[in-house]
């Protein structure tokens, strides 16, 4: 692993009933892994209100945060241990979201779409496909995601575009091919608006191991963001201290490949470079 590799998307609850908190067992796999800077972004707690499909379990404020960062401050001379989260786009919680997400010193905050509607996109094929019939067909669906992600990257609440194509996760072919024109369409709307709002988006690895077998966003987009100028972070998104930095050399020969010599990451929400 080289050296000046970091990971900004890394979650230290599992999620399932029972997870116990990792806090310390994630940053030590990221000092493992030789990691130059690990960015904790558990995904932030839902809306009291809204009502969650899932058995997802979260992380709990402000008691997550005073845990990270009594972390950073006993790490510090291993490894640079930053406070983040991953915040679920929601349409109708804007003016929650915003108030939210500036009640806590964030070094970097991360949008992403996991629900449409009521609906968790991504939690198991039989939701999605309840999505799918809901909506439907999965045209609509997608269109309806990408939308999600252009409100949200029109929202400028946050500093990156979390697995940009995440609605891949479950298509194994037989859902969509990426090579459809209208499919292209809705990535290239997406990727003028992200542009347009100067956001950064996330290389993230965790689609390897779906049964989509690619990272978010798919080489073909890194390519065009690339033209568009949109740059780059990235992420594992593990939720087990084990896969902190899967794949993240992948990443980077990806990123390369796509024209990219450079990566940002964040810092009380402000840009650094980071040459590859």
Known sequence: MKKYLFDYHTQSLAHEKGSKLKIEETIK?????????????????????????????????????????NAKEKYKNDIEVLLGAEFDWLEGYETWIDKEINKYPFDYCIGSVHYIGKFPLDYTKEYFNKLVKAYGGIK??????????????????????????????????????????????????????????????ELNTSGIDKACKEQYPSTWILKDAK??????????DAHIPYKVGKNLDK??????????????????????????
């Open 251 to 276: 990443a980077i020969d990806i990123a390369q490949q796509a024209g990219y010599t450079s990566l940002e990451r964040f810092i009380k929400r402000k840009k650094i470079e980071v040459k590859i």
């Open 227 to 236: 033209k568009k100028g949109i740059n780059l972070t990235l992420g594992s």
């Open 140 to 201: 609509i669906v997608i269109q309806k995601y990408f939308q999600l992600v252009r409100d949200m990257a029109s929202s400028k609440f946050f500093d990156a575009v979390g697995h940009l194509d995440r609605i891949k996760v479950f298509n194994d072919g037989s859902y969509f091919l990426e090579g459809e024109e209208w499919y292209r369409k809705e990535v290239k709307n997406t990727l003028d608006v992200i542009s347009k709002n100067v956001i950064t988006m």
């Open 29 to 69: 796999a990221a000092i493992k892994k030789s990691l130059s800077a690990i960015c904790l972004t558990d995904h932030f707690p839902l809306p009291p209100d809204f009502i969650d499909l899932t058995e997802d379990v979260r992380v709990r404020y402000p008691d997550y945060v005073e845990k990270v960062l």
